[in-house]
């Protein structure tokens, strides 16, 4: 089940050999930032909540720190940077997860490749709703997220660590399109890892028009805030 939800890192094929050349071809602009995974490191709040628009609606997502330090720094800080924003649901199966959070430009996705975050201990279970990081390995973790379809709790002692949980419109994430199932070089027909990372989006959508994606991604006010 590890190798199932393993990011797109080294030893994959991917364009991680980039990072530098990419930061001096493209490191301006308003996204600029997205170039330096290294200033993108402050602390979470204790809570926060992030608001996903996608081609299919909104959902809602509660992040709880005390879940996961280090994975929930790392969305926090991604979210601000406004990574997400154009982010496809790439790998989506029914009935077990949906996952995404490979970016559209190769060349920030390259740099994000090597800035891995230490892996955090499992606090909460792998349930329905909740979202959690991607990894291959010990201490691999870096921006791609998979949200639970159901009880994943066997994920748990493989160190998948949730973060957080959907807590508005998990009926949005349930269609999601799955209809290519899983990965290409996983055995499905859905996109190959190694050419998003190398082509970015335009990869996708030539080849996969039906998969969603996520509009926007920000932090939102709890009720009431």
Avoid at 27 to 35: C, F, K
Avoid at 102 to 119: C, F, K, L, S, Y
Avoid at 205 to 217: G, K, Q, R, W, Y
């Amino acid at each position: 089940m590890l190798a199932a939800l393993a990011g797109c890192g080294r030893g994959d094929g991917s364009a991680e050999g980039d990072g530098d050349s990419a930061a001096a071809a493209g490191g301006e602009g308003p996204n600029a930032i997205l170039y330096y995974p290294d200033r993108l490191v402050e602390t979470a709040p204790e809570t926060f909540r992030v608001r996903f628009e996608t081609t299919k609606g909104e959902f809602l997502v509660e992040v709880a720190r005390a879940w996961a330090p280090n994975g929930a720094d790392r969305l926090f800080n991604l979210v601000r940077s406004g990574y997400y924003d154009g982010v496809y649901f790439y790998r989506v199966m029914a009935g077990f997860m949906a996952q995404f959070g490979m970016h559209g430009e190769p060349q920030v996705q390259a740099r994000w490749n090597r800035a891995t975050i230490e892996d955090d201990p499992v606090v909460a279970s792998n349930t329905r709703g909740t979202i959690t990081y991607a990894k291959r390995g010990p201490d691999s973790r870096t921006t791609q997220l998979f949200i639970n379809y159901r009880d994943n709790s066997n994920l748990d002692l493989d160190g998948f660590a949730p973060l957080g949980r959907v807590i508005e419109g998990m009926e949005v994430v349930d269609q999601l399109h799955a209809g290519y199932g899983d990965l290409a070089n996983s055995g499905g027909d859905g996109p190959d890892a190694r050419h998003i990372a190398y082509e970015g989006n335009g990869y996708l959508e030539e080849n996969f028009p039906e998969l969603d994606h996520i509009v926007s991604a920000a932090l939102a006010e709890p009720a009431g805030g």
